[in-house]
């Protein structure tokens, strides 16, 4: 049996490529997916696989703003 190296499809992150890239843990990233509503994705090759669009991650790594800055 050959080794395939699996490719995300574009555009979309696994949970743990997700997880990777935040700096969170996987429970901390199935609690920030629930809470913030993201949708997510099954892979086409491996229905265990969830996936998670890469425009939802970047906005989940930016900085909240808190509020202004006294002037």
């Known amino acids: 049996m ?3 190296v699996r490719q995300t499809p574009e ?3 696994t949970m743990a490529e997700a997880r ?3 700096g969170v843990s996987k429970m901390t990233m199935a609690k920030i ?3 913030a ?3 997510t994705y099954q892979d086409p090759r ?3 696989i969830k996936l998670l669009k890469v425009e939802d991650i970047e906005r989940m790594g ?3 703003p808190v509020g202004k800055a006294a002037a």
């Open 2 to 4: 050959a080794d395939t």
């Open 11 to 13: 555009g979309f992150l």
């Open 20 to 22: 990777a890239r935040l």
């Open 33 to 35: 997916v629930k809470a």
């Open 37 to 39: 509503g993201i949708e």
């Open 46 to 48: 491996d229905a265990r």
């Open 62 to 64: 930016r900085p909240i």
